[in-house]
């Protein structure tokens, strides 16, 4: 069964920056099925704001044949070795909406309960001209998951020129699915919700999917932080 990786590094600007057009994870890289290496962005932040785009602070998703396949690349690659001095969490597939092509989603998934922790991954290709509405409705609904009280971490990141994605570690699963449904105890709860029906009304993207993990190893700190997965 294929694993996928989360990955969360600072990189120097230049070498941040040079990756975006160079992509420095090949991809006939042994036992890679696909990587989206992207600059993170603070969830919710004024779209004009230095903390909207975090030029130094590199994401990167991907999918992998198998976990040695993983441990070799952060092992014997030369960006691997940079990312190694990161922070990563390993995950497990649970389930998806939406479809991206370049990802192999598993025929076999996962299993938990409603009170273990998961991640979620949303990523799409943007079209060009919905991008305003698209931060109209999307800005809202990043605000309501970076404030949730349900997740340890959540941020949102780009790749050029079209790729957005965001990241969220949640404390229970029912937590998260509460939020996605608009019941969280919370102001304005159905933020999600009714970006979801806009979405359905009229789509902003080429591609998009929303993929839930069953996180099951976590390695480095990120920002000072460690142990971000709550009972893994």
Do not use: C
Not at 17 to 41: C, D, Q, V
Not at 73 to 86: P, V
Not at 128 to 136: A, D, M, N, S
Not at 164 to 173: D, G, H, R
Request: hydrophobic share 40%.
């Amino acid at each position: 069964m294929s694993i996928f990786s989360y990955h969360l590094v600072e990189l120097p600007r230049v070498v941040a920056i040079r990756g975006m057009f160079l992509k420095p994870i090949a991809k006939n890289t042994k036992g890679l099925i696909h990587a989206e290496y992207m600059m993170a962005m603070t969830l919710g932040s004024p779209i004009l704001s230095p903390s909207r785009i975090l030029i130094k602070q590199i994401a990167v998703f991907a999918q992998w044949e198998s976990e040695t396949a993983l441990d070799e690349f952060l092992r014997g690659d030369k960006f691997g070795r940079r990312l190694a001095k990161g922070w990563q969490v390993r995950l497990e597939f649970l389930r998806q909406w939406g479809k991206y092509d370049a990802f192999k989603i598993p025929e076999q998934t996962a299993k938990v309960e409603d009170t273990s922790p998961v991640v979620a991954v949303t990523i799409a290709r943007m079209k060009p001209l919905e991008v305003p509405r698209f931060i109209q409705w999307g800005r809202p609904v990043e605000k309501l998951v970076r404030d949730h009280p349900g997740t340890t971490l959540s941020l949102a990141s780009y790749s050029f020129p079209h790729t957005v994605s965001t990241f969220s570690i949640w404390k229970t699963e029912k937590e998260m699915t509460d939020m996605v449904h608009g019941h969280s105890a919370i102001r304005k709860p159905k933020r999600h919700a009714d970006a979801m029906k806009e979405r359905a009304r009229k789509n902003f993207h080429f591609e998009f999917t929303t993929l839930r993990f069953k996180p099951i190893a976590e390695f480095g700190t990120w920002r000072g932080q460690q142990n971000i997965v709550p009972k893994l």
